[in-house]
């Protein structure tokens, strides 16, 4: 298990550094931030002193980060798709994030350190986390993961040590190591997924696996009981959902509505899981 999983972060970063050499590729700065520009009309953002000293990066990003959606460069316009890696790290007054939807990429160590980062509103259409992204981000409380989430790698929220609760989407297709270690007031996991991936032994803490609840789909308990690395969990519940239907992805497309998840947040057409329509809740698989 931890040779594919090795496996499988090289050829992801094998990928991204081959996709990024390919392209043509400059800097456009703005204000606080520097966007890195690639030629198919797509950017990435960080902030301006990125890649600088850490006493040089101690006071450019803004208390709540607002991340646009597009910029403009010499007439070009370009998506913003990805925060660079090391972007936004040890950025001491950042207690806010929030992401456009056309984010798909957060990058290595892109939110590092970051000691009063409080709320990340992440993008309804983010595709993977990089290593160590939110590692010692000791504000984070909560994290609702977005539903169509594929990808976390190692050590992504590693020691937010007051992190109390942590929804993970039933799109997972792949945990590194260590992705919520040393996370000790870790209270409630929720996971939305009918058919659980394996995870690694040291994903979640010793004291985790004893004391924390593990809430899956109604139906699904023993599916985890005998799913390695949610095995270790002691306190595994089934969701008392209160669901009021059941309906296919079909049915729910057909439905105009807004949908939101159960934090409240705008999910997209493809999110999978439990939702809220017209008041009432339905489960999308």
């Known amino acids: 298990m931890k040779t594919i999983s090795h496996i499988f972060t090289l050829l992801v970063m094998l990928f991204m550094s081959t996709h990024a050499i390919a392209q043509s590729y400059s800097q456009y700065f703005d204000g606080n931030f520097v966007y890195g520009l690639y030629s198919p009309g797509e950017a990435e953002i960080g902030v301006r002193s990125g890649f600088g000293t850490e006493t040089s990066r101690m006071t ?15 007439g070009d316009e370009y998506i913003v798709s990805r925060i660079a890696s090391l972007g936004f790290t040890q950025e001491i007054q950042l207690a806010k994030v929030t992401m456009p939807n056309s984010i798909t990429n957060i990058g290595y160590l ?24 939110f590692g010692d981000c000791r504000s984070l409380k909560k994290i609702v993961l977005p539903g169509k ?7 992504a929220f590693e020691d937010c040590s007051n992190l109390t609760s942590v929804t993970i989407p039933g799109s997972l297709r792949m945990m590194g190591q260590n992705v919520f270690k040393d996370c000790k007031n870790l209270t409630t996991i929720t996971v939305n997924q009918y058919d659980p991936i394996p995870i690694f032994d040291n994903d979640f803490s010793d004291y985790t696996h004893q004391h924390a609840r593990l809430i899956v789909p109604m139906g699904c308990a023993d599916k985890y009981r005998n ?13 008392a959902t209160g669901i009021d239907a059941i309906s296919t992805d079909r049915a729910a497309d057909s439905n105009s509505s807004a949908a939101y998840n159960l934090a409240g947040q705008k999910v997209s057409d493809g999110y999978k899981g439990i939702v809220i329509k017209n008041e009432k809740k339905i489960l999308v698989k």
Do not use: H, M
């Open 60 to 74: 450019n990003a803004p208390r709540d980060l607002v991340i646009p959606s597009k910029v403009k460069d010499e």
């Open 110 to 133: 892109a939110f590092n350190d970051c000691p009063n980062l409080q709320e990340v509103v992440y993008s309804e259409n983010l595709d993977s986390i990089c290593r160590d992204a």
């Open 149 to 155: 989430l594929r990808v976390i790698l190692n050590n």
């Open 227 to 239: 799913t390695k690395g949610w095995d270790l969990f002691v306190n595994i519940k089934e969701a």
